[in-house]
């Protein structure tokens, strides 16, 4: 049995390894990591306690840092470790893989385990960076098991979570697919949601007992950094300083015994969902998931687009028109149509979306244009990677213009469909708020070019939508950072941010077309 779990294993990370998308994800692992850590020089620091900053020592980067990966892999980490079931059911590989005599207890405790080796890895990329950037900015020696230990005791329960989750969403026909996607996200939220005030409001007393739910780690470390630093008032992930005031050293000595325990006990609660994916395993049966209807049976939003199929209809002018269109326009409203008519939920969502932005007083328009763009981001993040998953890569890489000119029209698809969520409320801004106005324009060409790029570079959906995901929470949860505000979403947005994501998004463009090229 050693020996098959093994062997299962091995095949799994290196199948995930040789990827392009993994070369990719550590790559942007990389750059996030280094724009996490932010450089004293420029009056921000990652831990502030009271108005001064806490110097850069291992124990301080470990924790800090450790503190962010928990929100950056709790959800990053989902979506790159969810699919393999899939591509399966598509490659025709799980017939094969159900006629084995291989159990599927078995076979779902070695995926998990290739699961948690592969996050496992990105992981140590991710310290390792650290660690680098530690010799450039940080204060005293690198202490590689101060790290480890933060890392292990921070970081190891949400990688056993994010791995049985991943197992159950991909073992578990209804929370196949895009819909299993969202759904994740918003209990990913929950959990934060509920753990973090608790853990917080809860500091200089008995460790709570909703610890023990605390997979992602944020509670725990507003625990420990507060225990070390004896104070309430501190900014974990960033803040400003004052320069005046003396730095503080933090101890190494972050964690007790008993919250050592409770992480540990909080890692094998973690992962009980792995438990229930072992009763729920498919086993590849024809009976319960069906190769052809596959992406129909795995999302919820399927259910709700089937009553909805009537609003389909709407969009059949639209193949007429590109029919009659040459190149590449007609292509780029054949790709809108197409995305439209297979989602009619997002033809009524657009309509109503439409509607109520002219309708609505100003003080409205927010709150519509999020909506629009939450639900953009999602539609459109399998747009340049439907052409891989059809397995019509090379047929629409044959005609005229090849893979660029397809590169080029998805792209624009892409703007396009963006505009027609929040192009109204743009519109009515531009009389308002003109720099707002400008925010979401940028911000819909930036996203665009981000979202063709991986999903052209990677050929999975899931890399944008995971880091798409991941602003939407973190914008909305720093609503005062101009630099995270693309769109405009809370009204920061400045001349220097619009620029940089404009740049961004040229750079992704550029980029993108450079690799279909070659």
């Excluded at 025709?92 to 998990?112: M, Q």
């Excluded at 680098?132 to 900015?137: E, K, N, S, T, V």
């Excluded at 050929?459 to 880091?467: D, E, I, K, Q, S």
């Amino acid at each position: 049995m050693i020996a098959v779990i093994k062997a299962l294993v091995a095949n799994e990370v290196r199948l995930r390894m040789r990827r392009t998308a993994t070369l990719v994800t550590l790559l942007a692992v990389i750059a996030i990591s280094w724009m996490m850590i932010v450089d004293p020089a420029g009056g921000s620091a990652l831990i502030v306690v009271g108005d001064a900053r806490v110097l850069y020592t291992s124990a301080t980067l470990a924790v800090g840092s450790a503190s962010l990966g928990c929100i950056l892999f709790g959800l990053g980490g989902f979506y790159l470790l969810r699919g393999r079931v899939a591509e399966d059911i598509r490659s025709g590989i799980g017939s094969v893989i159900g006629a084995t005599p291989v159990g599927d207890a078995l076979f779902v405790f070695s995926r998990f385990l290739g699961n948690v080796a592969y996050l496992g890895a990105m992981i140590m990329v991710f310290m390792l960076t650290i660690m680098a950037l530690h010799g450039l900015r940080g204060d005293g020696p690198i202490e590689p098991l101060v790290y480890l230990q933060n890392y292990l005791l921070l970081l190891g329960p949400m990688v056993l979570f994010t791995a049985s989750c991943a197992a159950l969403f991909d073992n578990w026909a209804p929370l196949m697919g895009k819909g299993g996607d969202v759904l994740f996200f918003f209990l990913w939220a929950a959990q934060l949601g509920m753990v973090v005030p608790i853990a917080t409001s809860a500091v200089g007393t008995a460790i709570p007992m909703i610890e023990l739910f605390d997979f992602n780690g944020m509670g725990a470390s507003m625990i420990v950094v507060t225990g070390a630093l004896h104070s309430t008032q501190i900014a974990l992930g960033g803040g400003d300083f004052k320069a005046a005031l003396a730095p503080v050293l933090m101890t190494s000595e972050l964690w007790t015994l008993k919250m050592a325990l409770m992480r540990c006990a909080a890692g094998l609660i973690g992962v009980l969902p792995l438990l229930v994916s072992m009763f729920l395993f498919h086993r590849f049966s024809p009976d319960r998931v069906k190769v052809s209807s596959a992406s129909k049976r795995r999302s919820p939003l399927a259910y709700v687009d089937t009553y909805l199929r009537p609003a389909s209809k709407l969009v059949a002018p639209l193949f007429r028109i590109a029919a009659r269109l040459p190149g590449l326009p007609g292509q780029v409203v054949g790709d809108v149509a197409l995305t439209l008519v297979t989602r009619p939920t997002a033809v009524v969502l657009l309509a109503g979306l439409a509607a109520a932005s002219l309708l609505a007083p100003q003080q409205a328009l927010a709150a519509l244009m999020i909506a629009g763009v939450a639900f953009w981001g999602v539609l459109v993040s399998d747009m340049s990677t439907r052409d891989f998953t059809a397995g019509t890569h090379d047929m629409t890489a044959s005609v005229k213009g090849g893979a660029t000119r397809r590169y080029l029209s998805q792209y624009a698809a892409t703007v396009v469909l963006g505009f027609m969520f929040s192009g109204v409320v743009a519109l009515r801004w531009s009389f308002t708020q003109p720099m707002r106005a400008l925010a979401l324009v940028a911000g819909v060409f930036s996203l665009s070019a981000l979202a063709t790029m991986f999903g052209r570079c990677s050929r999975t959906a899931r890399l944008f939508m995971a880091l798409f995901l991941f602003w939407v929470y973190v914008i909305l949860n720093a609503p005062k950072e101009a630099m995270l505000d693309a769109v405009g979403f809370v009204g920061v947005a400045n001349s220097h941010s619009i620029v940089a994501w404009t740049l961004a998004g040229a750079l992704a463009l550029v980029g993108g077309y450079a690799w279909n090229r070659r």
